[in-house]
């Protein structure tokens, strides 16, 4: 059974810094590209970055320069660091494997003004 387990959401103030984690479990992890996408309210969920089984990674224009996307095979675990904090960052932060269309159950963040 895959389960993947997002972690690390909060209430933090614009500027600030979050790191969400997401561990995998059921899968042989590095094999496969992992995604983070993020849903605010009342809009569509729509992806913000991905990184490959190789490493390679791809950014949304929206966060590109300040979030960073890692991945620990030996921990099963993929990173979302996001920092430099906007209150349209506001959303549900969901994991999700790039190949074989599992989800998380998404982490949500909140970003004050």
């Known amino acids: 059974q895959v389960q993947l387990v997002e972690s690390g959401g909060g209430l933090v103030q614009a500027g600030e810094s979050l790191r969400l984690s997401c561990t995998a479990s059921?899968?042989?992890?590095?094999?496969?590209?992992m995604d983070w996408y993020r849903q605010a309210p009342g809009k569509q969920r729509e992806q913000v970055a991905r990184?490959?089984?190789?490493?390679?990674?791809n950014y949304a224009d929206s966060v590109k320069g300040r979030f960073t996307i890692s991945r620990d095979n030996a921990k099963n675990t993929v990173y979302l660091q996001m920092n430099s904090l906007k209150p349209e960052d506001t959303a549900v932060y969901f994991c999700?494997?790039?190949?074989?269309?599992?989800w998380g159950k998404g982490t949500l963040v909140t970003v004050s003004s």
């Open positions: 999700h494997t790039t190949n074989i269309n599992y």
């Open positions: 059921g899968i042989r992890f590095s094999s496969f590209g």
């Open positions: 990184i490959t089984s190789a490493g390679s990674t």
